[in-house]
């Protein structure tokens, strides 16, 4: 902590995070370690003597829209000479210092695992050096760091509870920009989710990048995930508790039982397959066939029948043929998600995939399956949402609806987004609702108190 004299003027901040929810939590925990540094957080580059990009690289895309970024503030570096830019995450991880070379533009460079540095990087910047810190980390979990929950709505937070992976899906930057797998202490976990409950929080999604392989070694025994899982929920019966990513090779029924068993962990699995076709999923190195995923689904829906079931699918994959490509379909059909992430491969440098296969599906043709995809998408979730109008569910009240300020809006355990009229409620508060019409994207309802 630094005890700033009160006529000295704070620094002020802005952080602009793209990708995963996961770089939104490690946004959360710059903004505590500069906080300590005296920096103030502000609502837009235009304000701030320092500009921070936490960046993503899982597909080109989005590294293409940071680098656009970079160019709209160059404008701004010119009206302001003092302003400095950083480029944090899974980009800087990747890129390294060739950045500086490509982006004249930026003055410091950390990778995922370094935000303890950044005093003394800015240290270095303020002595008119550029500076650069990407060393990946087998321990770092930033556990002993209070994240500071800037642009939260104060009902729902994120808990990081794991960092890395290390399951190489041959498509994937990750293990790459974000290293070995680790988890993090439980007691500073529980303590998290406590200090959120008497914030006024009200659900908390712990998050890694596979939840499931989350372990802890304690004395003799070793804490997996359904009792980490158990834990959390056990802090309060009004906090709701989510989790994402699952993998479906390490979902196991232990974890769905406690998922039935428990009222207040969230009936809802996020569960990415990428693909329906075993010869894809090979070549994908995702450690699991088509037979196997379709069993843990049907295992879900036998042990929670209201599951809310969520995915990720990738069209177009190196060899993917048109075959592949319906047994995708057929599969979305039988597992009917209720919502997924739809991408277009994208070839990423250093992965497997990268080196070993060719990217040899045309991007029409990629570009065609993803629409195929994204049209049946929209099908299953309306005929999913079709099935939900009569019924009634507990909905958490999130905030005002933006499209009408007379609609209040929240989400069912199955994650499903529910908007109805506002009443006397409030955000935070749980409220029954009754679901009367629907879209492919949102339920419909009326408060029942
Ligand atoms: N191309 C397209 N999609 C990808 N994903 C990960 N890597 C790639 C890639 N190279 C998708 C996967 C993953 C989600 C986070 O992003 O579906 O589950
Ligand atoms: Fe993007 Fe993956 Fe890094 Fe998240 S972990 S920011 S999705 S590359």
Redesign the pocket.
């Given at each position: 902590m630094v005890f700033l004299h009160p006529y000295v003027k704070r620094m002020k901040l802005f952080i602009e995070t793209?990708?995963?929810?996961?770089?939104f939590s490690d946004s959360e925990v710059v903004a505590s370690v500069m906080n300590d540094q005296g920096y103030e957080l502000c609502g837009s580059a235009a304000e701030a003597d320092l500009v921070f990009i936490?960046?993503?690289?899982?597909r080109e895309n989005?590294e293409q829209r940071v680098r656009k970024r970079l160019r709209e503030l160059k404008g701004l570096k010119k009206k302001h000479p003092g302003l400095r830019i950083g480029i944090l995450?899974?980009m800087a991880e990747r890129l390294r210092e060739q950045l500086f070379d490509e982006e004249p533009l930026v003055d410091l460079i950390a990778g995922?695992d370094s935000y303890r540095k950044l005093p003394e990087m800015l240290q270095e910047l303020d002595e008119g050096r550029r500076t650069a810190q990407v060393l990946l980390s087998e321990e770092e979990t930033y556990a002993d760091l209070e994240p500071v929950r800037y642009g939260s709505n104060k009902i729902s937070a994120y808990i990081s509870i794991m960092r890395g992976?290390q399951n190489f899906c041959s498509y994937?930057?990750?293990p790459y920009?974000?290293g070995r797998e680790r988890s993090r202490d439980p007691e500073s976990i529980v303590k998290e989710a406590e200090r959120l409950v008497a914030e006024g929080y009200r659900e908390v999604t712990l998050l890694g990048?596979n939840v499931n392989s989350y372990q802890w070694q304690q004395g003799d025994s070793v804490i997996l995930f359904p009792e980490l899982l158990t834990r959390v929920a056990a802090v309060s019966d009004q906090l709701r508790v989510r989790f994402a990513t699952s993998h479906p090779k390490d979902l196991s029924d232990e974890l769905i039982d406690v998922i039935a068993a428990t009222p207040n962990i969230c009936n809802h699995i996020h569960l990415p397959v990428q693909s329906g076709s075993d010869a894809v999923l090979k070549r994908m190195n995702r450690r699991y066939t088509r037979a196997w995923y379709l069993g843990r689904i049907a295992a879900i829906r036998e042990k929670i029948p209201d599951a809310g079931l969520s995915t990720d699918l990738i069209a177009g994959f190196c060899g993917e043929t048109e075959e592949d490509h319906r047994l995708t379909l057929d599969l979305m059909e039988q597992c009917r998600f209720d919502f997924a992430f739809m991408f277009a491969y994208s070839q990423r440098p250093g992965t497997r995939a990268a080196e070993k296969l060719e990217d040899d599906v045309p991007d029409m043709v990629k570009k065609g399956r993803l629409h195929e995809i994204i049209t049946l998408q929209q099908r299953l979730s309306h005929t999913g949402n079709r099935k939900d109008v009569g019924k009634t569910f507990e909905v958490l009240v999130e905030g005002t609806s933006r499209k009408s300020p007379d609609q209040m809006f929240g989400r069912n355990g199955q994650n499903k987004v529910i908007v109805f009229p506002s009443g006397k409620h409030k955000p935070g508060d749980y409220v029954e609702v009754k679901v009367v019409k629907c879209t492919s994207a949102t339920l419909i309802g009326e408060a029942l108190e």
């Open positions: 793209f990708g995963c929810q996961m770089n936490n960046t993503c690289s899982i989005a995450g899974c995922p992976c994937c930057v990750v920009t974000r990048q």
